[in-house]
């Protein structure tokens, strides 16, 4: 398992604005743009569930990039694409799932142009 990842299973979640010190919000996004992409399955099963619960202006800073990161994975074929959105079902944050999920319905339709 790369560094990256076991350093932020260790933080956990990302917490809400009143909990997320400076110095915690820079470790989340040092590691975010240090994890080399694209991740893996695997890696993504895991990321999905750091999202936030809710958005508010520092969280949802970092919620952004978690989803730039989870997006690297590889979707080769439909059976990916299905597994795919099971994934962005398990996302704890409704703003940031519905967002996955829109963002992959245009990836799609960018594919069949």
């Known amino acids: 398992m790369r560094k990256q990842l076991t350093e932020l299973i260790r933080l956990g979640k990302i917490p809400d604005d009143a909990l997320l010190s400076d110095e915690l919000f820079q470790k989340y996004e040092d590691l975010f743009s240090g994890f080399d992409t694209p991740v893996t399955w695997e890696e993504a099963e895991i990321l999905i569930t750091l999202f936030s619960e809710k ?40 703003e940031f799932r519905e967002t996955l999920g829109i963002r992959l319905n245009n990836w799609l339709k960018q594919q069949t142009k």
């Open 55 to 94: 958005n508010l202006e520092f969280n949802w800073n970092l919620d952004w990039g978690l989803l730039h990161l989870i997006e690297t994975v590889f979707i080769r074929n439909s059976q990916e694409i299905q597994k795919y959105r099971n994934l962005i079902s398990k996302c704890p944050n409704p």
